[in-house]
T-cell receptor, first 113, second 113 residues
């Protein structure tokens, strides 16, 4: 079956540091890949997505590249802000049918001023 | 900005009581998902509907959980009888079409004592 593995948290960084959150996946077909972000007390929001190999998704300074050869979709940001503190989820959708998303367990990011 | 609305936001109940959680999908979104989020298990897919028809409820304990969609503007998730291990945040998410992003509500935080 499908699965998503992402680095465990919490990840604590200082403001303006470089961020990488690793995500690898297992899928039988050719999935679409997503990063969602969850702020305290809220539901998940789509941050970015990529639908095929070598696509780069980007939004709000975050980016991730769909790497089929390494089955990875690592999230990066060059300079984080305190407001980026949240839980980040990597997810995949196998496509074809709307069977929802398979999520990783989430990575709690804490940015200190 | 269209959003998924979930009620109630918080629910505290005693073991054995019935709990009903409600979700109002975004108008025009034909697929509705129910997820449960806990610290230990992360996000788990419980059930989902397309065009109001249940497609998969294999993630749901059938002896006590039931999900319905009486009309296109309302999805419900019921637990009867509730148990302390059901304590979690329950999210409804909707999707406009296959492979499009999921839109999440802000969740119902359930505490069963």
């Amino acid at each position: 079956g499908n699965s998503v593995t992402q680095m465990e948290g919490p990840v604590t960084l200082s403001e303006e540091a470089f961020l990488t959150i690793n995500c690898t996946y297992t899928a039988t077909g050719y999935p679409s890949l997503f990063w969602y972000v969850q702020y305290p007390g809220e539901g998940l929001q789509l941050l970015l997505k990529a639908t095929k190999a070598d696509d780069k998704g980007s939004n709000k300074g975050f980016e991730a590249t769909y790497r089929k050869e390494t089955t990875s979709f690592h999230l990066e940001k060059g300079s984080v802000q305190v407001s980026d503190s949240a839980v980040y989820f990597c997810a995949l959708n196998e496509g074809g049918g709307a069977d929802g998303l398979t999520f990783g367990k989430g990575t709690h990011l804490i940015i200190q001023p | 900005d269209a959003r998924v609305t979930q009620t109630p936001r918080h629910k505290v109940t005693e073991m054995g009581q019935e709990v009903t959680m409600r979700c109002q999908p975004i108008l025009g979104h034909n697929t509705v998902f129910w997820y449960r989020q806990t610290m230990m298990q992360g996000l788990e897919l419980l059930a989902y509907f397309r065009n109001r028809a249940p497609l998969d409820d294999s993630g749901m304990p059938k002896d006590r959980f039931s999900a319905e969609m009486p009309d296109a503007t309302l999805a419900t998730l019921k637990i009867q009888p509730s148990e302390p291990r059901d304590s979690a945040v329950y999210f409804c998410a909707t999707q406009a079409k296959n492979n499009s992003p999921l839109h999440f509500g802000n969740g119902t935080r359930l505490t069963v004592t």
